[in-house]
């Protein structure tokens, strides 16, 4: 057992299935209805835009439908509670960790809530429907946002950031994460070379689970509260 101070944090779409937003991988998962080169690289959205804007639509009018589960209500929690650094690093689009209340949070793949214009560069609150071609707020050109969304084949956001983090934690804890998808499936393996405690919360092991010290089995609202308690009164892992 070892002490605790600085905390990275991974989310991944497993956050969030209790909540009633579809994951990626699985049987009812996103990727079994949709060919991720159709809705989620640069060249799809070239050769489709509004294939790929409806998608995103879609999946930003779902957000209004659903709620945060306890699972991110624990983590918001923990950012208001913790002493230490703590960084939530969250690979979802939805928001849900930011209407639970976690401030201390990065989206290193993009937001659903976001646009991303071509034109000027900016980037802006956004929760419309772009397939209807709005306006960018900033400069007024029609027809030039994009969801700001990391792509594959697209660099995730903060990368430097999210390192230097890794390289400075006690403990690493992965929530709700298949482990499939790079660079945040390699985050246990940079944190473990620094010295850090590892842990995975999932509903069944990951990809990369035997890089982990610890590995808890079961549903994210279920266990991801009773671990932020144990935490927050042992300072343990
Ligand atoms: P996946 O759909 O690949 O994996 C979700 C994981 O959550 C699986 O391992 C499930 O077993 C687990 N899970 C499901 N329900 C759970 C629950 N209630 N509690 C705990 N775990 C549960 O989603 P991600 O790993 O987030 O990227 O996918 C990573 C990236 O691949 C996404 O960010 C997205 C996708 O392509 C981009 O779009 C760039």
Redesign the pocket.
Known sequence: MKAIQNIVIL?????S??SGVA????PD???EGHR?EDV?TPEAFVRDPDLVQKFYDERRAKLKTVQPNA?HQALAKLDRTWAGELLLVT???DDLHDRAGSKRLLHM??ELNSAWCLACDARSPFDGVMAAAPACPHCHQPGCLRPD????GEM?YQMERIEQALSNCDLFVS???????YP?AGFVQTARYHGAQTLE????P?EGSFHFHESRM????E?VPGWVEQLLSHGLC
């Open positions: 989310t991944g779409a497993g956050i299935a209790e994951t990626f991988r699985g998962g996103l990727w991720v989620a699972a690979q979802n689009v793949h993009g969304i990391v792509w594959f995730p929530i709700g994460t298949s482990g499939a998808v945040a919360i999932n509903l069944d990951s079961g549903k994210a609202g266990l």
